[in-house]
């Protein structure tokens, strides 16, 4: 069955006995954190029964983290007054994150002056185990509502960050990640067997980037190569994508690759 969802699971953050038991694990912020997650495959605001179930969290103890939360500024009610959704201080949050995070920082120019030659959508994406994260978004002439925002995630399996990340990765993490990905596709296109993945890998270690066509949105086009810390372990990759209809698969290798590469190796820590 294909699918369509504005996020894609983040994989390694179901917390075990022994880390909630240890004395400085505040259980009261991972319920808060639990609510405020319940917005993360939400498509309309959400009403106190159905942020307490999909938090995981009793109604009554819903009812006063959201009132809390709304008292903060983290959670308001929607316009139409037909539930909750997050409130503009998460908007703070994020301004935090990428002011200070130093990848972000030093790619942002090097890849504004690669959007300004390439004249296709250029991303950069972190690394976040079963998804990779788009952290800088530089659009083309062509643009859904997905697309344009910082935050939205795919599937490290199906992607062509995620692919080029992947390649960096020993060979057993790459099959525990595959293993434990929702493998569901998005298009006809998506590949979702673990040999034909672990070959498309492998194909993308050789060549240095990755090619992906038609496997989150039918039609698109990507090119993806990793960026590495000075350890050289991948912690996030660049992409650039276009068009089916105006680009073939050789046509557009051809002509973003070299470019595309030059600017990933510019980022990356050596």
């Not at 259980?27 to 993360?40: G, K, P, Y």
């Not at 296709?120 to 994260?133: A, G, M, N």
Request: charged residues 25%; neutral net charge.
């Amino acid at each position: 069955m294909a699918r369509n969802t504005t996020r894609a699971e983040p994989g390694l953050r179901d917390l075990n006995e022994d880390q909630r038991a240890d004395p400085l694990f505040v259980r009261s912020i991972e319920r808060a954190m639990q609510v405020l997650s319940a917005f993360n495959h939400a498509d309309q605001p959400m009403s106190l029964s159905q942020i307490a179930e999909a938090a995981g969290v009793d109604r009554s103890a819903a009812q006063r983290m959201v009132h809390t939360l709304r008292v903060l500024g983290y959670i308001e009610r929607d316009d139409m007054g037909r539930g909750f959704v997050p409130g503009i201080r998460i908007l703070d949050h994020t301004l935090d994150f990428l002011r200070l995070n130093h990848l972000v920082r030093r790619a942002t120019p090097v890849l504004q002056e690669l959007r300004k030659t390439v004249r296709e959508r250029v991303d950069l994406s972190l690394f976040d185990d079963l998804r990779v994260v788009y952290a800088v978004r530089l659009q083309s002439k062509r643009q859904t509502f997905y697309t344009t925002l910082v935050g939205h995630s795919v599937p490290t399996f199906c992607s062509s960050g995620g692919w080029a990340i992947l390649s960096k990765l020993p060979e057993d993490r790459v099959r525990d990640i595959l293993d434990r990905s929702d493998r569901r596709p998005f298009t006809p296109e998506t590949i979702t067997d673990v040999p034909a993945l672990m070959e498309k890998i492998a194909e993308t270690r050789e060549q240095g980037y990755s090619l992906a066509v038609g496997q989150i949105l039918t039609g698109e086009i990507a090119v993806g190569f990793p960026v590495l810390d000075a350890d050289g372990a991948p912690v996030a990759a660049i992409h650039v994508a276009g068009s089916q209809s105006e680009w073939t698969p050789a046509d557009f290798t051809n002509r973003f690759v070299p470019l595309a590469s030059e600017a990933a190796r510019a980022i990356s820590q050596y």
